[in-house]
C-alpha cells in the first residue's frame, strides 16, 4: 500500500503501539533543568548520550559576553551553568557559551549534520519542527517528556493525523519562505494544522534551498501542526554532504534517504493547495501569527468579521498593537528592528537582508539589530563582510542566540515599542512587555529599517 | 503524579481565543531551575495590569486553542500550582494538551457552546473514570485517550510505565534499527 513520508518514519521508529524511538535529542538551558532534577530524583541516568546533543542559546546575552560565569543576570547565568553541571553529570556534549558551535539549537542541528533525512528528533522547545526540512520527523515536547527521553530514549506519542499543503506554481520576485508560511497560518488559522502532521510539497516547495524550508517547517507549530516535514532531495543531501556528521558512507545514507518521500497514491486525512504564484510579502498586524495580511494592504476592519470571538480578538489585538483598522501596512511607523531567530538566522537570511540595506542607512527613528542564529553563521557572515554592511549601515551586530525572539536576554522591547521582527511569535508582551510585533521576511525587516516604516519590496530599489 | 478521580468545584472563567503560553507565564519566569511556585507569576501582566480576574477554583473554562505557541510546561505548571485542576475549553494546542496529562491537570474538550454553559452555571463536577462534567446545564460527556485515562487516575509515572517495556526498547536498538542516526558523542 502506498505510503506518505509520515508513515514511514513513524513505522521505523515505533518500539511498540505509541512508542516513538528517539534518533536525537536536542537540550536547552530552559526547558531542562527539571528533567535532570527529575532523573536525580528517581535515580535514572541517561539512556543515550551519544543520542543527545545540548547548547545554551534561550538566555545567552549577544554582547559578546564569552562564558556562563559572565552573564551578568544572575538567574539566567544559573539555568546556562545548570545545564553546564548536568551535561557533565550525565556524559551529554554540550556546545556551551565560549564554543565556536554554540547557536541557537534548531540552526546548529542542521549545520553540524546531525540533522539528517529519516531521523525522528526531539527538543524541548515548539520549533523543533524546524528539522522536518530534512525529511525527518520532528517534535516540540515539554519537561516531563524530555526528562521521558532522557531516560528512555522514546517518546509516548498518540500518531498524529496527516495533512499535505501541495504550492503550485513559483514564489514571485521579492516573496520568500517567510511569506509562504505567514500566507499558509493567515488562511487555515492558528488552529488550522492541530492534531497534524504536515507535509509541505509540490514545485514551490522543491525549488527552495534548505535554509528556506527550515523557515516553513519551524513556524508550522504556529499553525498549530504537531510536525512539519518536507521530502528529501538533492538539495537536502548537498546540504548534509561533508558536514562533520554526515554518515560515513554517504552513498548508502542518500540510497536509503531516496525511499523517505511519500509514494504516489498515497493518502492523506487532509489535503491542501495553495496557488505560490499568488502570494505576496505578508505583515503581521495582530498578536497571533494568523492575524496577517499582504503588505499591500491595510490593516483589517474587525467589524467586517464574521464569528463574533474572530471579532473581539481582532478589537482587543488592536488595542494592544495601537492600531487603527484600514491604515495601510506601509504607513505603520516602526522603532525597532530585530533581524534573527530560528526562523531567519541563517547565513542566506544575513544576505537577502544585508544586500538590501547595502549603501543604505537605518532610518534616524529605528534602531536595528541582526542577530546570527550561531557561532558559525557569525564567523560566516564577517568572513563574507556582512557585518560591515549591516554596521555601517547602522545596525547592531551581535553574537548569536535567541535573543529579541523572546527577550529572556536583555534584548527586549520597551513599552509601545513597536518592531518589524524575522522571528516567529507577535504574542502580546513576546519580545518585551507592551512591545508590538509585526512578523516579516528578512528582506522586508531590512527594508522596512531602511525607511521607517514597512515597504512593498517589489517596488522598492 | 497524585491519581485523579473527580474535579468539583467552581468554576473561574477566560473568556479570550488563542491564549498563548507566553500569557500564561512570561519569558522572564522561565528562568527558575525549579519545577513549584510559578503559580504566583500566572498571568502575570495580564493580572498585574488588571485585565483580567483570577479566582483559584478547580476548574477553569477558557476559549478555543488554548495553550499555543512554546512548549513550555511551566504553564500547566504555574495553571495547576495557582490552584486549577481541571482546564476546560473548545481545543486546545497539542504540546500544551500533552504537558497538562503529564502533570495531572485535567485538559477536557467540550464544544463551544457547552463551555459557556458550564462557565455560567459556576460550579461542576468532572468524573474522570464517566468522561463527563456535570453542572447546572447539564451533563456533558467528553472524550479522552484510554492510555492517558488509565494514567491520570492511577496517577502513574509516563517513565515508569516505558520502562517496564525496556526489553522491547533493547530489542529496537539490538535490531540495528536505532544505528542509522549520527553519535553527538563522536562530534570533535
Redesign the interface.
Known sequence: MPQTMFDKLWEAHEVTDGLIYVDLHLVHEVTSPQAFDGLRLSGRGVRRPDKTLATADHNTPTDGTMAARLIADQLSRVQVETLERNCEEFGIPIYSLGSDRQGIVHVIGPELGVTQPGMTIVCGDSHTSTHGAFGSLAFGIGTSEVEHVLATQCMVQKRPKTMRISYSGQLGEGVTPKDLILATIGRLGTGGMVGHAVEYAGPAIEELSMPGRMTICNMTIEGGGRAGMIAPDDTTFEWVRGREAAPEDFDAAVERWRQLPTDDGATFDQEVEIDAGSLSPMVTWGTTPGMVVEVADAVPDPDSMESPSDRESAERALAYMALQPGTPMTEIPLDRVFIGSCTNSRIEDLREAAAAVEGRKVAPSVHGMVVPGSQQVKKTAEAEGLDEVFRSAGFEWREAGCSMCLGMNPDILMEGERCASTSNRNFEGRQGKGGRTHLVSPKMAAAAAVEGHFVDIRDWS | MRALDVIEGRVSVLD???V?T??II???F??????TGFGEFLFY?WIRDGEIELEPNPILVT???FG???????A?WALEDFGFEAIVAP?F???FY??CT??GLLPVILDEAHCKQVAEAGEARIDVDDQTVTSAAGVFEFDI?L?VKYRLLNGLD??G???E??G??DA?EASG??D?????????
Open positions: 479570550r481565543a488563542d498563548d507566553d500569557q512570561p519569558k522572564q522561565l528562568k527558575r531551575v525549579e519545577r501582566d476559549g478555543r486553542n499555543s505557541g512554546s512548549s513550555r510546561e511551566h500547566p481545543s494546542a497539542d504540546i500533552v504537558n503529564k502533570i485517550e492510555d509516563d517513565i510505565i516505558t520502562l517495556n525496556a522491547a526498547i529496537f534499527a536505532a542509522l542516526g549520527p553519535q553527538t558523542t563522536a562530534l570533535s
